[in-house]
């Protein structure tokens, strides 16, 4: 059975920094392309940046380009999403999802992913 398990949210200042890190368990973690999703009430789940299986190639939103940054630790099945001069708007509950593709047009979509997490809330105050 896979487990996809998000950890590390919480209420961060404007401007500061936040690490989320999500395990995964039950599936061969090096193969499967790794992505991190958010989400606020009323509005679509929105890609907000993905690890390649292969390579470990790195695509970003353009919201949090330069900001945030994603890395995976294949021994530990774990990949992190660390926040910094993290911004209001960065305020959602945060997703980890784990997929096969390796394609850059679909790893950002939601829908090619095959695990997801619970989500994490990330509060930011201003």
């Known amino acids: 059975q896979v487990q996809v398990v998000e950890s590390g949210g919480g209420l961060v200042q404007a401007g500061g920094s936040l690490r989320l890190s999500c395990a995964a368990h039950g599936l061969t973690f090096s193969i499967y392309t790794m992505g991190w999703f958010r989400q606020t009430p009323g509005k679509e789940r929105e890609f907000v940046a993905a690890?390649?299986?292969?390579?470990?190639?790195?695509y970003y939103a353009d919201s949090v380009k330069g900001r945030f940054t994603i890395s995976r630790d294949n021994a530990k099945n774990t990949v992190y999403l660390q926040m910094n001069n993290v911004k209001a708007e960065d305020t959602a509950i945060y997703y980890c999802a784990a997929g096969p593709q390796t394609s850059p047009t679909l790893i950002t979509r939601g829908p090619s992913y095959l695990y997801w997490g619970q989500g994490t809330q990330v509060t930011v105050s201003s």
């Open positions: 690890i390649s299986r292969s390579v470990g190639r790195e």
